[in-house]
């Protein structure tokens, strides 16, 4: 059993169709990616799935549990949370209370405690910063506490949304070496990202998205050989 199940979803804004009924799933362990142009659906889709915006028909399943209709509150409390693209850390708090913010669900204080200690060895800019308002933060740190306070539940699944935009070379490598890492480490991993050739080298599998449809899927390795592929995303 996949442990994220999308079934002809749909999707609509007004009378445009975003999504066109597409499907694909997600199962434990692995990375999967969604790659596309912009405007392809890839953003609509993940936020379709967090109950950020709503479905028009179809049908969402995450450990064999019905979530097409679940706000998003509580799908994060299954064990599933979203890195949102722009990163959206809380402007006007400190970085530790930003972490704070990422373990609300969690009562046991030790536990949160020895999280934050845990985000801070694989960020150690965090801790340096653990006192600084974090929309004074670079882009690059930002990013870094995003995710960081989005492993402070323990996801079983971790959904990033576009987690290299705007990032230098070397802030991308180290976001995507990030991303190997949170996996080998038991997380499951869906990833939304425009930068097609990083995401295919990252991941098992791969769905092409185009104008809310899936045009292409497979392995990863093999998409990345695809001359398609290379011509519409990889630069040749």
């Known amino acids: 059993m996949a442990l994220l199940e999308v079934k002809d979803l749909e999707v609509c804004y007004g009378v445009i169709r975003a999504i066109k009924g597409i499907s694909f799933e997600v199962n434990k362990g692995e990375i999967v990616t969604l790659i596309g142009a912009n405007g392809a659906g890839k953003t609509t889709t993940m936020q379709s799935i967090m109950g950020l915006i709503p479905i028009k028909s179809g049908f969402v399943s995450y450990n064999g549990i019905d979530i097409t209709k679940m706000p998003g509150h509580k799908i994060v409390n299954l064990g599933m949370t979203q890195v949102l693209e722009g990163r959206r850390v809380f402007q006007e708090l400190t970085v530790y ?92 991993i869906l990833l939304v990202e425009q930068n097609a050739k990083k995401a295919l080298k990252v991941a098992d599998r791969a769905y092409v998205l185009e104008t809310g449809n899936i045009a292409l899927s497979g392995k990863a390795s093999d998409l990345l050989e695809n001359d398609d592929i290379k011509k519409a995303y990889l630069g040749g």
């Open 97 to 188: 209370d930003n972490l704070l913010m990422g373990a609300y669900a969690v009562k046991n204080k030790h536990q949160i405690k020895e999280d934050i200690e845990k985000v801070y060895e694989r960020f150690p800019i965090l801790q340096q910063r653990k006192s600084q308002i974090a929309g004074t933060l670079s882009g690059g740190e930002q990013q870094m506490l995003a995710i960081g306070r989005a492993v402070m539940i323990h996801p079983e699944l971790l959904m990033l949304d576009e987690p290299s935009m705007g990032l230098s070379p070397i802030l991308v490598d180290q976001i995507f070496d990030i991303i190997k890492q949170l996996n080998e480490e038991g997380t499951t």
